[in-house]
Structure formats: C-alpha cells, structure tokens
C-alpha cells in the first residue's frame, strides 16, 4: 500500500490536488470535510452535532471522525493505496491513524504539507464561499477561528510525522499544475 496524507491549513489546496492526485496514482480519496458533509446531507445525528461546531469553524470531536476513517478504510479492503484529506487534524487522530493503518500491516508513507501564506488563505476561502455553497466559507470570522483551530490544535501533525521523516514541505501557491507537479515529484520520489 502506499498512503499519503496531503496536509495544510483550510484553502491551502487539498482538495483540488487530491482530485487530480487520486486520478494519477489510483489512490482512495478519504476527506473527513467531505464525509461530514455528506452526513449533514442526509440529516443523520451525526451531522447534525458535526455542524454546528463546523458552522462555529471548530473541530468535530476526535471520536467522530476516528470513527468515520475506520469504517472507510474497512469499507475499501482492496484499496491499493489512501490519500487522507483533512484528516488527521490532531495528535490523538494520528496515533488513532496510525494504529488502525498498523492493523493491515500499513503506515503512512508521506505527509506532504503545502505551504501558503495567510492572507493569502483567507482571500481564497472568502472566494471560495462565492460559489462553493459552503457556509463556513461565507464569514471572515468563521475563517479566522478555522485558522485558529488549525494553529492550536493541526499544525503539530506536522511535527508529529516528522519525527519519522515522513513531512515533506511544499509550496503551495503558484498555479495548480505547478503545484501538483511539485506533489507528484515528491510521491514518485516514494512510490
Ligand atoms: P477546510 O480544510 O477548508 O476547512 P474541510 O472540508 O477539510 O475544509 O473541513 C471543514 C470542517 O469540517 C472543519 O472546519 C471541521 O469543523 C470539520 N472537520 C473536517 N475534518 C476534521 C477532522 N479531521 N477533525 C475534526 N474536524 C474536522
């Protein structure tokens, strides 16, 4: 197997490189942002606890989104590979990762964390909420606690998979495929 954590604050760019790296290399696309708004969809418990902390730009209680990567990973048996995307967002996610990826005799090959300023963050996701239909894109001070959330509680994951040698710094503002290329030349480094 080969897993890959794509890692950065909110409007560094996951999402849009996850959707053309799981096409380049066959890898199982699993974002806790996306699950949960899924659930919130279809109006189960689930959701409806999740988003009124995600509407407040808080994190949802480890337990929850622990729970949600186990059953997607046992849900996806043959999966040659996961990207993970918005997850692990703490240090109690990564051991939980970790350990759940440890039971089919996996790990985390790279955490690839793109790097992008600030302001320029917060100019992407206000534009972002122009179209994306996204409620926690729409307000500069939902914004601002998501960053705050990421600096308090996120950024250390970083620190966390380091301590393996497994992040790898990327920068991440130019033009998509700029980007992406830089992501590939990392992956191919490692595959
Ligand atoms: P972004 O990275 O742009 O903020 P996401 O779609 O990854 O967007 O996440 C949206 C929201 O979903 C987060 O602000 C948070 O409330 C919740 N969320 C997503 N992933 C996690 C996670 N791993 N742990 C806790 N909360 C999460």
New binding site residues.
């Given amino acids: 197997m080969f897993n890959l954590i794509l890692f950065?604050?909110?409007?560094?760019g996951?999402?849009t490189q996850s959707e053309k790296l799981i096409a380049k290399y066959g890898l199982k696309h699993l974002?806790?942002?996306?699950?949960?708004?899924s659930e919130i969809a279809n109006q189960t418990a689930l959701g409806l606890e999740?988003k009124t902390?995600?509407d407040?730009?808080?994190?949802?209680?480890?337990a929850?989104?622990i729970g949600m990567?186990d059953a997607a990973i046992t849900n996806h048996p043959k999966a040659r590979g996961f990207l993970f995307?918005?997850?692990?967002?703490?240090k109690a996610?990564s051991e939980a990762l970790d350990e759940l990826l440890n039971k089919k005799g996996a790990s985390i090959n790279v955490l690839l964390a793109l790097n992008v300023t600030e302001d320029e963050l917060i100019k992407r996701?206000l534009n972002?909420g122009l179209t994306s239909g996204?409620s926690?894109?729409t307000k500069e001070d939902v914004i601002r606690a998501?960053l705050g959330?990421?600096h308090n509680k996120?950024a250390s994951v970083a620190d966390y998979y380091n301590k393996s040698g497994k992040t790898v710094l990327v920068k991440g503002e130019g033009s998509v495929d700029e980007i992406f290329d830089s992501l590939s030349a990392e992956i191919d480094r490692r595959m």
């Fill in positions: 950065g604050p909110p409007g560094s996951k999402g974002s806790t942002g996306d699950l949960l708004r999740a902390l995600m407040k730009g808080q994190l949802v209680p480890d929850v989104v990567i995307d918005g997850f692990p967002r703490t996610q996701l972002r996204r926690d894109d998501r959330e990421y996120t």
